[in-house]
């Protein structure tokens, strides 16, 4: 099974609003991430967690707070955002760090 | 830097024709490994591929075929007898081993493939 699940599949929300996505993935993988990606551009990473712990930040701006409880589950929680902050937002995950990353669905994010 | 290039923005073609879908990629590293996703239009990346830098070997996978030419810095994608299915976006990516227990991907811009009946 190489299912990753994320929700919501869509988010409306203002720019003083608080909100949170949710990302699981249940294949024992160490590695997860999340990936913003703009209309008809590739996904830009974001963050990576290697084994619970933060890995990379690819400088992303404070109103992303991201989190992961344990390893099958990862948080990306959301406070005071932009409009130019919708995007669909991709959760992945990896066996290993060279392995390769199995996608969630996306969450398809507007802010207003 | 690490680079992915896929010039090709668009492609169209009508059923059960072949098609190929160019990568060229740049690093300096000598391990590194390249991958092949496709987004289709519900948005999910689904992953087809991956090749480490060590092995050359073309592969094969029912209608999908691959070739990794080092020389040329290549990792090219062909469909036969492509299906109205196959339409998509498709990424060729390439991954570094960094420290820390992770890897990077970095996409190309993305191959938007047609396919009319």
């Known amino acids: 099974d190489t299912e990753v699940t994320q929700t919501p599949k869509h988010l409306v929300m203002g720019m003083t609003n608080k909100k949170s996505l949710k990302c699981e993935q249940h294949?024992?993988?160490?590695?997860m991430y999340w990936y913003k990606q703009k209309a008809k551009k590739p996904p830009e990473l974001m963050f990576v967690?290697?084994?619970?712990?933060?890995?990379i930040n690819e400088s992303v701006p404070s109103r992303f707070s991201p989190e992961c409880p344990n390893s099958s589950l990862l948080n990306l929680h959301l406070h005071a955002l932009q409009p130019e902050d919708s995007a669909l937002y991709l959760c992945?995950?990896?066996?290993?760090?060279?392995?390769?990353?199995?996608f969630g669905p996306g969450t398809r994010l507007t802010v207003t | 830097a690490q680079k992915v290039t896929q010039a090709q923005t668009e492609i169209s073609v009508v059923e059960k024709e072949d098609v190929t879908l160019d990568c060229v990629y740049e690093?300096?590293?000598?391990?590194?490994?390249l991958f092949w996703y496709k987004q289709p239009p519900s948005g999910e990346l689904v992953f087809l591929i991956r090749?480490?830098?060590?092995?050359?070997q073309n592969e094969i996978s029912g209608r999908y075929s691959w070739n990794f030419q080092k020389s040329t810095s290549s990792f090219n994608f062909t469909i036969t007898a492509s299906q109205v299915v196959d339409s998509a976006v498709y990424f060729c990516?390439?991954?570094?081993?960094?420290?820390?227990?992770?890897?990077?991907?970095?996409f190309g811009a993305g191959t938007r493939l047609a396919v009319h009946p």
């Open positions: 992945a995950s990896s066996q290993a760090p060279s392995y390769e990353q199995y």
């Open positions: 294949m024992g993988h160490r590695a």
């Open positions: 967690y290697s084994y619970e712990k933060l890995s």
């Open positions: 690093t300096r590293d000598t391990t590194y490994y």
């Open positions: 090749r480490n830098s060590f092995d050359e």
């Open positions: 990516a390439l991954s570094e081993l960094g420290s820390g227990g992770y890897n990077k991907l970095i």
